[in-house]
């Protein structure tokens, strides 16, 4: 095996590396792959040049690579992937005013065991204690718990 070889081994398993950590989340393959053609081509060095080249190419892969891995930290590379974006949507937020317990409305879609239904002319998710009810039935608000609107047949 060349030294050139050697060398592309290197460079691929850092890109390698520097993918997991800055792109891939979580422990992939992709970064397994880098660390082992790194090791892959440290041993073929030592194997086909001998201890002194070997432990040359040992250090200029450890340095190179704790480098590399310096300057993508410091060189605001998170800040250039990162998304910048806040969500501040919110989902079923409940009027107090316009729903209470014991309202009557119907069913727009099936409830099972949550769904739609409409109120005073207003569509609200809800959700029942597990009973199954059709669409288009008369319900009634028996309770309202942290955001959610439960219901029941209208008897």
């Not at 450890?62 to 300057?71: A, E, K, R, Y």
């Amino acid at each position: 095996m060349s030294l050139t070889l050697i060398i592309i081994l290197i460079v691929a398993g850092l890109l390698f590396i520097l993918l997991e950590v800055l792109v891939i989340p979580g422990t992939t393959v992709v970064g397994i792959a880098g660390v082992a053609l790194i090791a892959f081509s440290i041993w073929e060095s030592y194997h086909v040049f001998g201890s002194p080249v070997g432990h040359y190419i040992l250090f200029a892969t450890f340095l190179i690579t704790l480098i590399t891995i310096v300057l993508a930290f410091k060189s605001n590379t998170w800040h250039r992937l990162a998304l910048k974006t806040e969500i501040r949507g919110k989902v079923n937020v409940i009027d107090f005013d316009s729903i209470h317990p014991g309202d009557s409305g119907k069913a727009i879609s099936r409830i099972s065991p949550s769904g739609k239904a409409v109120f005073n002319d207003e569509f609200f998710e809800v959700h029942t204690n597990g009973d199954f009810i059709d669409q288009e039935t008369e319900v009634v608000v028996s309770h309202i718990l942290d955001n959610k609107i439960f219901v029941k047949r209208k008897t």
